[in-house]
């Protein structure tokens, strides 16, 4: 079957998402600086969910570029991820209201692992589906960013419960991280198309 559908819904859900976190910023109650300032933990929070948001749909944009059928295996395993990306607002709410705390810090964290996990699961089915010689194959090699990533959120997680602040950090640099484009897709594309 054609990925305009799930790519559709897929879009719908991240839209969602955004707007669902947005909702959670809460204005002051009172007009001063020092109200403002209060409410830092959780727009600090919203800004680094927005981020990975947004990372997840540029790749998963560009990894639908590489297919142009869908399974049943990888709509579930998109859906894998939409599941885990619908939990970010909850995670970052949490997160940024109670100041950092360590368990709401950890859940982020676990949160984020997993949404990880499952876009690398959802990748690896697509690649499966795809075979060998598929653009995305070509493109991607063996993803080291990828592992990186899953790698630096595995071991913040337990950092969480002695240095919630230092957790927020590392999931942070992998956000920058993913910010640096890669383009790797992009050019496997572009030389498909010539």
Do not use: C
Not at 79 to 92: E, G, I, K, R, T
Not at 133 to 142: E, R, W
């Amino acid at each position: 079957m054609k990925k305009n559908r799930m790519e559709a819904f897929s879009d719908g859900v991240l839209a969602i998402i955004i707007t669902i976190m947005v909702l959670e910023l809460k204005v002051p109650h009172e007009a001063t600086w020092h109200a403002l300032l209060e409410k830092l933990p959780v727009f600090l929070s919203y800004v680094l969910s927005f981020v990975y948001v947004a990372i997840y749909w540029n790749n998963h944009h560009h990894l639908l570029h590489t297919v142009e059928n869908v399974n049943g295996q990888v709509m579930w395993a998109n859906n894998h991820l939409l599941f885990w990306l619908s939990l970010v607002p909850f995670a970052s709410a949490w997160a940024g209201e109670s100041y950092f705390s360590s368990t709401p810090v950890a859940l982020y964290g676990i949160v984020l692992f997993m949404a990880g996990l499952a876009y690398y699961l959802l990748s690896q089915t697509i690649r499966a589906t795809q075979g060998e010689n598929s653009i995305l194959v070509q493109a991607t090699g063996a993803d080291y960013k990828g592992f990186v990533s899953l790698i630096l959120n595995a071991v913040a997680i337990p950092f969480a419960f002695w240095m919630p602040y230092v957790t927020m950090l590392i999931y942070a640099i992998v956000g920058v991280i993913w910010l640096l484009p890669d383009r790797r897709i992009e050019k496997a594309l572009q030389q498909e198309n010539k």
